[in-house]
């Protein structure tokens, strides 16, 4: 089994940042690629960035692309999300997700999520 646990949540005023952290245990998770997704209210789940252990295969929405920086700790088992210049808009739940399938929003494993709220 997998687990995911996210960290880093937090109230920020606009043009702030935040630092998500994905901390995985259980079982390797080598061939799976990591991904952020974040969901406000009212609003499907959406995928923001995904990257593989290896540091390859990054993607970003774009409409975080230039502000969100994706990467990754292969010995601390680690996924983090750099929030940079963050806006009101960027208010949601964020997921941390590994799926062998990147930016699969149907299946793989998800963590329990963390609230990330901009102030204008």
């Known amino acids: 089994q997998v687990r995911l646990v996210e960290s880093g949540g937090g109230l920020v005023q606009t043009g702030g940042s935040l630092r998500l952290s994905c901390e995985a245990s259980g079982r390797a998770l080598d061939n799976y690629a990591m991904g952020w997704f974040r969901q406000a209210l009212g609003k499907e789940r959406e995928l923001v960035a995904v990257i593989r252990w290896s540091g390859s295969g990054i993607y970003y929405s774009p409409s975080v692309k230039g502000r969100f920086t994706i990467s990754s700790d292969n010995a601390l088992r680690k996924v983090y999300l750099q929030m940079n210049s963050l806006k009101p808009e960027d208010t949601a739940v964020y997921y941390c997700?590994?799926?062998?399938?990147?930016?699969?929003?149907?299946?793989?494993?998800w963590g329990q999520g963390t609230q990330v709220t901009v102030s204008s």
């Open positions: 997700n590994a799926d062998p399938l990147a930016g699969d929003i149907s299946g793989g494993f």
